[in-house]
């Protein structure tokens, strides 16, 4: 009895028995399905060119991650994968191991440091530092360049714009021809803060921004939670730091793409902390990519309230909106239509919409077509509804306007000498 009393014990201290859900925490399943994967496609293309140089070049890839928290960017960047990998390939990956060279993180936060080290300890080409990149970019003299120099999650927002351009003009400094910054901010007009956004766009704008989204909704109420002052920013305030931090440096910094990303699934989004009238869109996303778990689709419906003020802003969130609940609608209604074909006729894809909602609504219908009559496993929770989650998250790529109005706005880089 004491044995088996034991083992559990042991079992349960190891941490490896804690419940795991997708619904909620950081790496909640909006992060791992939609956020990290758009940042990977839009990642994708340069990736490829860079590996494609290195090859021809004899040389290995050079990763520095700055504010890499417990290795996050490792993980997202070396699962990139080609873009359209046969049903045959299973190894996809860009980045293989003999291709990777070396991937430093650096961090202010010991904590995570020390958890970064202790998850990629055994790898001896990931290095993890304490560092501070607000006093410029954190190399030694005689480190080399590095191929990539990247940012995840809103990390530069932790800088003042003064702060900003002097990591950017040593960032650029320390690059060589053809490196890549992949930067990411808050953006100013996403729809989470909305009582926050300004008609006039003033310098080194903040947010005092909580991170109470990571506790259930009952646990919010009661925490003492500390803020983050956060910088919140726009498409024009960005393209004026990059070029102040081009010219002090005297190096080119040249904008290769740019990017809104979450922008009905903001972490806040479920808070409403900053604009009573959000709906908590994040959570009905994370459990449509839950397994066995069926969501209410009703709770997908988006209702964004225009502020005056903001027309090209509202325009944009308008044409979002529908496009968004038209695919949820169109969803509901095939799901009626195969449950009981004799009821109705299928929904219409109309000439007037969007061509990305025409695609999309092609493909969740041919989706229901092919397994509605799967009575194995729950084809709903499990099949149809992950796949409303990629439809929709691919309407999200295609339409976003780089206005600064998701969660994030990334801009990607390319060194010019
Ligand atoms: C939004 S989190 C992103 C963490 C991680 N990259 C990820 O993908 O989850 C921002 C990270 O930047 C780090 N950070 C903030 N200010 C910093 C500074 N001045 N120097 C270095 N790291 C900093 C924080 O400790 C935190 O880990």
Redesign the pocket.
């Known amino acids: 009895m004491d044995r088996t009393k034991n083992v559990y014990k042991e079992a349960v201290q190891s941490g490896k028995y804690e419940k795991v859900t997708g619904l909620l925490g950081?790496y909640d399943n909006v992060r791992r399905y939609w956020e990290d994967e758009i940042t990977r496609m839009t990642v994708r293309p340069f990736l490829e060119g860079l590996i494609a140089e290195k090859s021809r070049r004899m040389e290995r890839l050079r990763i520095l991650?700055?504010?890499?928290?417990s290795g996050?960017?490792f993980e997202?960047l070396c699962a990139v994968t080609s873009r359209e990998p046969s049903l045959l390939d299973h190894q996809v990956s860009l980045i293989t191991p003999e291709i990777l060279g070396i991937y430093k993180g650096?961090?202010?936060?010991e904590p995570?440091v020390q958890q970064a080290r202790e998850v990629h300890g055994a790898n001896g080409k990931l290095k993890f530092e304490l560092?501070?990149?607000?006093q410029g970019l954190?190399v030694e003299k005689s480190e080399k360049a590095y191929d990539i120099y990247f940012?995840?999650?809103?990390?530069l927002s932790?800088?003042s714009d003064e702060k900003l351009v002097r990591l950017l003009a040593d960032t650029a400094g320390h690059a060589s021809e053809g490196s890549i910054i992949i930067c990411d901010w808050l953006g100013r007009y996403s729809y989470e803060w909305q009582d926050l956004w300004r008609e006039e766009e003033e310098p080194d704008y903040t947010m005092d921004y909580v991170v109470s989204y990571i506790y259930p909704e009952e646990e919010r109420e009661d925490k003492e939670l500390d803020h983050l002052i956060l910088r919140l920013m726009s498409p024009r305030e960005v393209e004026d730091l990059v070029n102040r931090a081009s010219e002090e440096a005297g190096v080119g910094i040249r904008l290769k793409a740019m990017l809104d990303r979450s922008i009905f699934t903001g972490r806040h989004l479920d808070t409403s902390d900053y604009n009573r009238h959000c709906r908590p869109l994040r959570s009905a996303v994370n459990s449509l990519f839950e397994t066995n778990l069926r969501t209410n689709l009703d709770t997908l419906v988006a209702d964004y309230h225009p502020r005056d003020g903001f027309d090209d802003i509202n325009d944009f969130f308008e044409r979002y909106q529908m496009s968004w609940n038209a695919l949820v609608f169109f969803t509901i209604d095939l799901l009626y239509y195969y449950n009981d074909t004799n009821c109705m006729a299928p929904p219409e894809i109309l000439d007037t919409y969007p061509e990305v909602l025409r695609e999309m609504m092609e493909y969740i219908k041919n989706i229901i077509e092919s397994c509605h009559w799967i009575k194995v496993g729950d084809t709903r929770a499990n099949i149809i509804e992950p796949q409303l989650g990629y439809a929709l998250r691919e309407m999200e790529l295609r339409m976003q306007p780089a206005l600064g109005c998701g969660h994030s706005l990334v801009g990607i880089y390319e060194i010019e000498r």
């Not at 991650?65 to 928290?69: I, P, T």
């Not at 940012?151 to 990390?155: E, F, I, L, Q």
């Open positions: 950081k991650d700055l504010g890499c928290g996050d960017g997202l650096v961090d202010i936060s995570l560092g501070d990149f607000s954190p940012t995840s999650y809103g990390t932790h800088l």
